[in-house]
């Protein structure tokens, strides 16, 4: 297998274009067929529900605009008067709430998060989700753990770089990282992924420990990385695992790197969906935990994360907070 094995595709083409709620099975209340989409009306509907019927059919096809009302990591500018006129202002810029905005499907569906908007689990037990990642194919929205895209550049020393950040106590080599393909990658230290991109760079992911106290950032920086890019502010990080992930996954064409033999570490490849990309990238964090089988991460483009949280669902995996992995990670 050759990283051309691994092509761009489209999702789009893989997720059929009719919105029906009906592939929400009930986990519980909150999940009933009209909590994300709107059922049919019938033909003696009012021409504003006629017009309301045929936008939820167009859904799919549309792209969105996320709210940024989720911090997601990155830095922003808060106004604490609420007498200030920037308040206001500032009010107006927020783009409106529209179909398929992740946050808003989250909070239909009973999303419980916390100050920064990260969901933390739906309802008020995390029992039955912690049972999901046990034994069915859960979504996740990890987007408080941090997406970079590091650099070494000339003067910058990787391996240094990723022995440090992942806490290492084993010595990397320059030839184990040089030799990392285009659409493979490594899990070091079994803490940190790290997938490698064709312009020589690394996409890696770090930890909401590593976020919070700015690692990734001093690290790079001691290190003389050349490049050093937080992607929270644009991406979205979603995660698929539990023990029927393939079988989910394989109908929607997004599997292949799950396919991909075990020589293939880390294997990485790039959709489209709307024309924004969506990547794709296998990893191993999971297994032994949520399965025998490797987890898919999803790096999303925030302008159309809640359709692909929406197609991911509708395949069949469950909605899951980071409250239940962390009780099974634990």
Request: aromatic content about 6%; glycine content about 6%; hydrophobic content about 40%.
């Amino acid at each position: 297998m050759t990283t051309n094995a691994l092509p761009k595709r489209c999702l789009g083409c893989c997720v059929p274009s009719n919105c029906d709620a009906s592939f929400l099975r009930k986990r519980r209340h909150r999940l009933t067929v009209n909590n994300i989409f709107p059922a049919p009306f019938s033909s003696s509907s009012s021409r504003a529900a006629k017009a309301k019927a045929t936008k939820a059919e167009k859904v799919f096809s549309t792209t969105t605009t996320t709210r940024r009302r989720r911090r997601r990591n990155s830095e922003r500018r808060s106004v604490n008067n609420e007498d200030d006129p920037l308040l206001s202002f500032a009010a107006q810029l927020e783009p409106p709430k529209v179909d398929l905005d992740l946050e808003s499907l989250q909070e239909d569906l009973g999303a419980v998060v916390d100050e920064n908007g990260f969901v933390l689990r739906y309802g008020e037990e995390i029992e039955e989700e912690v049972k999901i990642l046990r034994n069915e194919c859960a979504i996740i929205d990890r987007s408080e753990w941090g997406i970079f895209r590091v650099a070494s550049g000339a003067e910058g020393d990787m391996v240094k770089f990723l022995e440090t950040l992942s806490l290492s106590s084993e010595k990397l080599s320059m030839e184990e990282i040089g030799s990392i393909q285009p659409g493979t990658g490594k899990r070091v230290n079994g803490k940190l992924d790290i997938y490698a991109q064709e312009s020589g760079a690394f996409l890696v992911i770090a930890s909401r420990e590593d976020v919070k106290e700015n690692r990734v950032e001093t690290i790079a920086k001691e290190c003389k990385m050349s490049e050093v890019m937080n992607l929270a502010s644009r991406c979205v990080l979603l995660t698929a695992c539990g023990p029927k992930t393939l079988e989910v996954l394989k109908p929607t064409g997004l599997a292949m790197v799950l396919e991909a033999g075990k020589e293939y570490e880390n294997a990485h490849a790039v959709f489209g969906f709307e024309n924004r990309p969506v990547v794709c990238c296998k990893t191993n964090e999971f297994v032994g935990e949520c399965g025998e089988e490797s987890a898919m991460n999803f790096v999303v483009d925030e302008g159309v994360a809640g359709q692909v949280w929406a197609a991911i669902i509708k395949a069949g995996a469950f909605p899951v907070g980071t409250e239940a992995l962390d009780a099974i990670l634990q």
